[in-house]
């Protein structure tokens, strides 16, 4: 494992022993065949209830919900080595744990929690997150036309969701809609509810070994149980969002492990002009570059991590780990393909592989530069992401 800081001894021996039990069980279930599933747009099913019994899904759930209760460097640790293998399998993971289980364990009724949380940790059930709608994913609330009405006990809900991952995996689906106030609302939707549609999209050259889908609802009915009663407004799916995000800048950093790390084997192994090409200045600049910002960012992550356990982390915080880790692992990974020459645009090697899975990584979550007009707004109190004309949405 490269850890230049042993930023690893900072962890508890909990999380240690959590990282290293990911790390083999990935390495013997996932690797070998991570390139194939791949190139052949494959998301492994197979394992779903495996993640579960490794304690990959809801890790921060309360145990008895059917969580771990672990601690948030320990949802850390999981999602940085799922993204060591793949983008595609840490995604799953983050939209599962961080994005269904998350809503319904701080926004559900009992009911609800006891209904969906034990099963979907098990990997029985698979949940997607559709906020994102084909107009424009920055500005959810300016772009969202999916809307849920009254109709005596039950919602009806019409809209339609773009970029789902899982959307076509999933049995429940968490939809965010504005009710007829125009406030955002989330709802628990089976996806075998009638008028309920799922559209695997095609031709990704990116993120390949994940499903990614086209969500469709055309009278939805569901009953007034379904709606998750504990949040009003887009604070709902933004405060998911800081959860994923959170993952995410943990994740990105396994990527860029990985990506290291082959870069380094094959520059001390490949020999130009008489010497192996680690030899030249060029080369180790850029492995350089490499290993300090993975460094830099693994302290980042750790730091956020404890400040998450004691509920002093702020949203803009993870903002800015999350845009600046998988900035550095996509540049890191374009670094390591070069490394690579003619052997890095092939998928023998993993470099071109998380290099294009890390352009969706760096986009979606909030894209890079959205990320950085949340911090200017932050550091300087005046939003540049623009006004618009839209009416706020403000919680009842
Ligand atoms: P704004 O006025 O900023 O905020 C509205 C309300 O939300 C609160 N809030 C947050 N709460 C928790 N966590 C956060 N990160 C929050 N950000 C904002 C805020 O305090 C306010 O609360 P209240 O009580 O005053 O109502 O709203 P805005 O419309 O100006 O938002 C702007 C912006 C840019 C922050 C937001 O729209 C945004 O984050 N846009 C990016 C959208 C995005 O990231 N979409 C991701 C979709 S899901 C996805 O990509 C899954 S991929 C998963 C995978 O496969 O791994
Ligand atoms: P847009 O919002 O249209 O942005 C286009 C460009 O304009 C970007 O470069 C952006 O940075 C820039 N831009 C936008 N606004 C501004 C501004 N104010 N100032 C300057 N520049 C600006 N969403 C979900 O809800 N659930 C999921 O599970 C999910 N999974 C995804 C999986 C994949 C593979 C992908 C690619 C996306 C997924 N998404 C999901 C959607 C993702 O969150 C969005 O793609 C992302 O938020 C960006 O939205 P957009 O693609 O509509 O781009």
Redesign the pocket.
């Known amino acids: 494992m490269f850890d230049f800081y042993q930023v690893g001894e900072l962890l508890t021996p909990e999380e240690q022993a959590m990282q290293k039990a990911a790390r083999r069980f990935l390495e013997a279930e996932c690797l070998p065949y991570i390139a194939a599933w791949w190139e052949n747009a494959e998301f492994p099913t197979h394992l779903i209830r495996k993640f579960g019994e490794m304690g990959f899904l809801g890790p921060n759930i309360p145990v008895e919900y059917g969580g771990l209760g672990a601690s948030a460097a320990t949802y850390g640790v999981v999602s940085y080595e799922l993204e060591r293998i793949d983008?595609?399998l840490?995604?799953?993971c983050?939209?599962q744990s961080?994005?269904v289980m998350y809503p319904i364990w701080a926004y559900g009724s009992e009911e609800q929690k006891r209904e969906y949380l034990p099963r979907l940790a098990r990997g029985e059930l698979v949940g997607c997150?559709g906020?994102?709608e084909a107009d424009g994913?920055?500005?959810?609330?300016?772009n969202m036309k999916t809307r849920a009405r009254r109709d005596g006990g039950d919602y009806v809900l019409n809209g339609s969701k773009m970029?789902?991952?899982?959307g076509n995996l999933a049995h429940i689906a968490l939809i965010w809609a504005k009710d007829e106030a125009g406030v955002v609302r989330g709802f628990i939707v089976p996806t075998d509810s009638k008028g309920f549609r799922a559209h695997k999209i095609q031709h990704k050259a990116s993120?390949r070994a994940?499903v990614?889908s086209e969500l469709v609802l055309e009278e939805v009915r569901v009953p007034k149980t379904a709606l998750l009663p504990g949040v009003e407004?887009?604070?709902?799916?933004?405060?998911?969002?800081?959860q994923?995000?959170f993952?995410?800048a943990w994740g990105a950093l396994g990527a860029l492990e990985a990506v290291y790390t082959e870069a380094l084997a094959f520059a001390q192994s490949r020999t130009t002009f008489g010497a192996p090409i680690a030899r030249r200045q060029l080369v180790q600049e850029k492995l350089v570059r490499m290993a300090a910002d993975h460094t830099k960012g693994l302290l980042l992550a750790w730091r956020l991590a404890r400040l998450k356990d004691e509920s002093r982390l702020r949203?803009?915080q993870?903002?800015l780990a999350k845009r600046d880790n998988v900035r550095a692992a996509l540049n890191g990974a374009r670094a390591a393909r070069e490394i690579l020459g003619g052997s890095g645009i092939t998928l023998e090697y993993h470099s071109i592989r998380h290099m294009l899975n890390l352009e969706?990584?760096d986009?979606?979550?909030?894209?890079h530069d959205?990320?950085t007009?949340?911090l200017g707004?932050e550091l300087t109190g005046e939003?540049a992401?623009g006004e618009g004309p839209r009416p706020?949405?403000?919680?009842r």
């Open positions: 983008s595609g840490r995604s799953f983050s939209v961080s994005l997150f906020l994102t994913g920055s500005d959810p609330d300016g970029w789902i991952t899982n993120l994940s990614t407004g887009l604070k709902g799916p933004l405060s998911c969002l800081t994923a995000r993952g995410i949203p803009a993870v903002s969706t990584v986009t979606y979550e909030g894209t959205i990320h007009l949340i707004r939003n992401l706020r949405t403000v919680a």
